[in-house]
C-alpha cells in the first residue's frame, strides 16, 4: 500500500497560514490525495481531497507537486480551532477498506 | 444534519462481557466501516460493509462481530470484552468506494475493559 510521511508535529502563530507537507513518493496514478483533521476528543473529519491539480475549498487549499510525490495542505489564517492532527491519506481505486491512516501532524496554534 | 452517529459515548465493561456499539448515518451512505483508535497506532479498520446485508474483515478483526441489516445501521458486537480492546471506536461511512468519496465519521465511543 503507498504510504504517506508527515512531520510529527508543527506550531504555527494565530492568523498566519500554515503549510502542512506530506510526502507519498509511492503514490500511483489513479491514488486520491485526501487530507482529514481530528480535533481534540472527535472524530476525524474531511479536509479537501485531490488528484492533480491545486484544489481550493471553504477550509483549506490542497497544492500538489507536479510528479505527485508530495502535497501540501494550506491553511490560509489560522485559528485557534485549527488546533488538530491532520491526516494525509492516499485513497486508492481498491477501496476505503485499503485507506491507511497513520499518525498524523499535531498542530499547535499559538495566541 | 445528524451525519454518523454512535452510541454510547462512554461505556466501562468488565472483562467477559459482551456490548454492542451502533452506528446510524442519515446520509444514505453504502459504504460503513468500523475503526479504533488506540496511542500512537493510528485508525486501524476492523470490518467494513459495502451495503446492507453484508460484511468483510478489515485489518484487525479478531474478537469482534458486525451486522448490517439495515442502510443506514451499522453495528459492532464484543461477545467476551478483553482489556486489549480498551480504545476508542470510530464509525465512518462513505457515498461511494471511488477514491474521490470522502469518510464521514462518528465522534467516537470511548470504551474501557476492566
Known amino acids: 500500500d503507498a504510504k504517506t510521511t508527515q512531520p510529527n508535529s508543527m506550531e504555527s502563530n494565530e492568523e498566519e497560514p500554515v503549510h502542512l507537507p506530506c510526502n507519498h513518493s509511492t503514490i500511483s496514478g489513479t491514488d486520491y490525495i485526501h487530507w482529514y483533521r481530528q480535533l481534540p476528543s472527535q472524530g476525524p473529519e474531511y479536509v479537501i481531497h485531490?488528484?492533480?491539480s491545486n484544489v481550493n475549498n471553504r477550509m483549506a487549499s490542497l497544492a500538489i507537486a507536479e510528479d505527485r510525490k508530495s502535497s501540501t495542505l494550506i491553511l490560509h489564517r489560522a485559528t485557534l480551532r485549527d488546533a488538530a492532527v491532520y491526516y494525509c491519506i492516499l485513497r486508492d481505486p481498491q477501496g476505503a477498506q485499503k485507506l491507511v491512516f497513520g499518525q498524523g501532524t499535531r498542530l499547535t496554534i499559538n495566541p | 444534519n445528524a451525519g454518523v452517529t454512535q452510541t454510547p459515548k462512554f461505556r466501562v465493561l468488565k472483562t467477559g462481557q459482551s456490548m454492542t456499539l451502533l452506528c446510524a448515518q442519515d446520509?444514505?451512505?453504502?459504504?460503513m466501516y468500523w475503526y479504533r483508535q488506540d496511542p500512537g497506532m493510528g485508525l486501524r479498520l476492523i470490518h467494513y460493509?459495502?451495503?446492507?446485508?453484508?460484511?468483510a474483515k478489515g485489518e484487525v478483526p479478531d474478537g469482534y462481530n458486525v451486522s448490517r441489516l439495515k442502510k443506514q445501521n451499522f453495528l459492532l458486537g464484543l461477545e467476551s470484552a478483553a482489556p486489549s480492546q480498551t480504545s476508542v471506536y470510530f464509525c465512518a461511512s462513505s457515498l461511494s468506494d471511488y477514491s474521490d468519496s470522502p469518510l464521514h465519521f462518528g465522534n467516537g465511543t470511548r470504551l474501557t475493559v476492566t
Open positions: 460493509s459495502v451495503g446492507e446485508g453484508t460484511t
Open positions: 485531490g488528484l492533480t
Open positions: 446520509m444514505n451512505h453504502e459504504y
